[in-house]
């Protein structure tokens, strides 16, 4: 962990609580339609014009849980910067930033977590009776989750 504290954006997804480092979200954005995208990954919901930016959107809870995001009100996308680009993620909801120092982040137990997504989870914390979860984005969205059209082009369309 670097320095002092970190903040991180607290969001939903389903009934538990996650949080991403601040640095990595560009921008939350209240959920819209998604036109899909053919033979996108199962997570990737589709894409979404964002001032002019195509961002591929990946439903945070089918790549978490398996479990597709019923959109509410409350649903966001919460923009992501990665090494390739913009991502959204959506998500159940978004509520707060909050900062929390080295000493509160307890280690996720990996014996509880799909072997996949152990080094997804970065640290648990508590914060007011909750348990929130704090995410490594590098980890949780592996690229070929989200790099549309740049692996398959073997095959064309008519």
Do not use: C, W
Not at 39 to 64: E, F, H, T
């Amino acid at each position: 962990m670097n320095g002092p504290g970190r903040q991180y954006v607290l969001f939903r997804v389903g009934s538990e609580e996650y949080g991403l480092p601040i640095g990595h979200v560009s921008s939350i954005i209240r959920y819209e339609t998604v036109t899909p995208v053919p033979r996108a990954p199962v997570s990737v919901q589709g894409v979404i014009d964002l001032r002019g930016r195509v961002v591929p959107v990946v439903d945070l809870g089918k790549r978490l849980f398996g479990t597709t995001l019923d959109p509410t009100s409350r649903a966001r996308i919460i923009v992501t910067e990665t090494p390739a680009g913009a991502v959204g993620l959506a998500v159940d909801a978004a509520s707060e930033v909050a900062t929390f120092e080295p000493d509160q982040m307890m280690p996720a137990p990996e014996a509880a977590l799909p072997r996949e997504l152990a080094d997804a989870f970065e640290a648990i914390v508590h914060l007011d009776g909750r348990l929130i979860i704090l995410l490594d984005l590098d980890r949780v969205l592996p690229r070929a989750e989200y790099e549309l059209g740049s692996t398959d082009t073997s095959e064309g369309d008519a």
